[in-house]
Structures are given as structure tokens and as C-alpha cells.
């Protein structure tokens, strides 16, 4: 059982470099969700996706994109990397209904030079 | 504005001894309320949940949480902790009256159980 898979687990970009940050989930879920995580800031919301072909702004979107290719993946996009967006980021699916948990990635570790 | 607080960045506790990891939350309407654990280099995993009915909810690894309205606090709890508790805990909250499933998470508090 596989749950949230995110590929890279590691990578190491340079200032204005772009990436494309993969997420998939095999448990049939409508929504997926990308988070960021910061020392004591916990996790704020990048984007999210309610259901395939749909996508939102959460609490933190500059300097991101997304896209919800289908029902399975939901990838993020980096489009000029700054080293602000050095951080941990994490995706996650969920069902309805909403009192169900979000199930987690195991993160990817990003740091921008 | 919906928002969680875990007034503690961290909690150091003793084995065997009770923990209590705090959270207060503020939303509209009532609350769906959550705990996950965090252990190094992975991802959140859930604990337990609070939707509606008994205050006292139980979860997985032996924790329990209850759920408090008038102090609007759901705050974690194990009678006896272990040094494999020992990990980053984290409260989220979502607010029923929001058509979303959008999911507003507490800082964080860092347990630390000594042998």
C-alpha cells in the first residue's frame, strides 16, 4: 500500500532554476493538497485541488504553480526558485467526506542556493 | 478567521509519566479536529479525530484527546509516555460552516520523552 508517493525525495536547486515536484496517491481520493514546512511555522498551504480539473490558492501560492494532471497526480511547479522557497514540502490526499484524515507524502527536501 | 494554537513548542516529559500536549482553536460553527505525529524525515501521520459526539476521543500508540467547547481546546493526553513518543505533534482544525476541506494546522509542539 503505497498511500502518497512524492518524487524527488532530495534535490539541491540554484537561484532562478525551475522543478516540477511530483505527487501521486492510489487510495481513489478526490482532494490533494501541497504544503509547505518551516521551523516554527508549521504547515501552510501552497495550492490545492478539490477534485481532477480543479485547482486553488491556499495561504501561500506566490511563486508556485500547479497541476492536477488526473484523478491520481498532483504536481507542483517552481517556475524561478528563490531561496525563500528552501523548505520541506509536502503533499497530501483526502476523501469525502471532509472529517476523513489527510493522508501524507513523505516530503520533499528543497534547498535553493 | 479560523486558527489553531499549540502554545508549546515543546513538552519534555519523563517515561511513565502522563503527557499533555496542548491546542486551542478558533472557527466558525463547530469543529472537525485532528492530531498527527511527525517523526524525522517523514510525513504527518494521523493519530485521532474529533467530529461530533464523546468528548473524549481515543487513538492509535495509546492516545486519547479531549475535546473542550466552552474552553475551545482539544488538547493530546497519553497516561504513560514513551520514549518512542518522542516526535513533533500537530493540531489541525477545519471548520464545517467552510465548503472546503481545507485543513488549518497549529505550529507544532516538539515531545520529548525522557528515559
Known amino acids: 500500500n503505497a498511500g502518497v508517493t512524492q518524487t524527488p525525495k532530495f534535490q539541491v536547486l540554484k537561484t532562478g532554476q525551475s522543478m516540477t515536484l511530483q505527487c501521486a496517491q492510489d487510495m481513489n481520493h478526490n482532494s490533494m493538497y501541497w504544503y509547505r514546512q518551516d521551523p516554527g511555522m508549521g504547515l501552510r498551504l501552497i495550492y490545492y485541488?478539490?477534485?481532477?480539473?480543479?485547482?486553488d490558492k491556499g495561504e501561500v501560492p506566490n511563486g508556485y504553480n500547479v497541476s492536477r494532471l488526473n484523478k491520481r497526480e498532483f504536481s507542483l511547479r517552481l517556475e524561478s526558485a528563490a531561496p525563500s522557497q528552501t523548505s520541506v514540502y509536502f503533499c497530501?490526499?483526502?476523501?469525502?467526506?471532509?472529517?476523513?484524515?489527510?493522508?501524507f507524502g513523505d516530503g520533499t527536501r528543497l534547498s535553493i542556493l | 478567521a479560523q486558527s489553531v494554537a499549540q502554545p508549546e513548542d515543546q513538552v519534555n516529559v519523563a517515561e511513565g509519566n502522563p503527557l499533555t500536549v496542548k491546542c486551542t482553536y478558533s472557527?466558525?460553527?463547530?469543529?472537525?479536529l485532528f492530531w498527527y505525529v511527525q517523526y524525522p524525515n517523514r510525513g504527518l501521520q494521523f493519530l485521532l479525530k474529533?467530529?461530533?459526539?464523546?468528548?473524549l476521543v481515543k487513538g492509535s500508540y495509546g492516545f486519547e484527546a479531549e475535546f473542550n467547547k466552552s474552553q475551545t481546546s482539544f488538547h493530546l493526553k497519553k497516561p504513560s509516555a514513551l520514549v518512542s513518543d518522542s516526535a513533533l505533534y500537530f493540531c489541525?482544525?477545519?471548520?464545517?460552516?467552510?465548503?472546503?476541506?481545507?485543513?488549518?494546522f497549529g505550529t507544532g509542539t516538539r515531545l520529548q520523552v525522557f528515559p
Open positions: 485541488s478539490a477534485s481532477e480539473g480543479t485547482t
Open positions: 497530501s490526499s483526502g476523501a469525502r467526506p471532509s472529517n476523513q484524515p489527510q493522508h
Open positions: 489541525a482544525v477545519r471548520g464545517m460552516t467552510l465548503n472546503t476541506d481545507k485543513l488549518i
Open positions: 472557527v466558525s460553527g463547530n469543529p472537525y
Open positions: 474529533y467530529i461530533t459526539g464523546d468528548n
